[in-house]
Nanobody, 125 residues
Framework: VQLQASGGGLVQAGGSLRLSCAASGGTISRYALGWFRQAPGKERAFVAFVSVIGWSGVNTDYADSVKGRFTISRDNAKNTMYLQMNSLEPEDTAVYYC????????????????WGQGTLVTVSS
């Protein structure tokens, strides 16, 4: 599976962006998915997680720093995952990566196997 992240850009604090993660070469429906971000000089950090679609729908989880501001979603028919980011803050500035969960804790980047190339989000104050 190849992942292509897009939708990043420059936005003022308080603004919004929607990131997309489009898959090719395979279907994302079998995978739980995650978003991570890496700010300059920092390690890659968990942002959000969405499970596979099950009987009761999907489960999602977020880093405390983005709860209430970011929303993760998936559209298996379009083979795409999204991250809606509202009320953006300068601290959200980072390269954002999408990935498929292979095994283990979804909080850890080591649990993911396929990664997109990243899209840069810059939030100005």
């Amino acid at each position: 599976v190849q992942l292509q992240a897009s939708g990043g850009g420059l936005v003022q604090a308080g603004g919004s962006l929607r990131l997309s993660c489009a898959a090719s070469g395979g279907t994302i429906s079998r995978y739980a998915l995650g978003w991570f971000r890496q700010a300059p000089g920092k390690e890659r950090a968990f942002v959000a997680f969405v499970s596979v679609i099950g009987w009761s729908g999907v489960n999602t989880d977020y880093a405390d720093s983005v709860k209430g501001r970011f929303t993760i979603s998936r559209d298996n028919a379009k083979n795409t995952m999204y991250l809606q980011m509202n009320s953006l803050e300068p601290e959200d500035t980072a390269v954002y990566y999408c990935a498929t969960l292979q095994d283990g804790s979804y909080y850890s980047s080591h649990s993911y196997n396929y990664w997109g190339q990243g899209t840069l989000v810059t939030v100005s104050s």
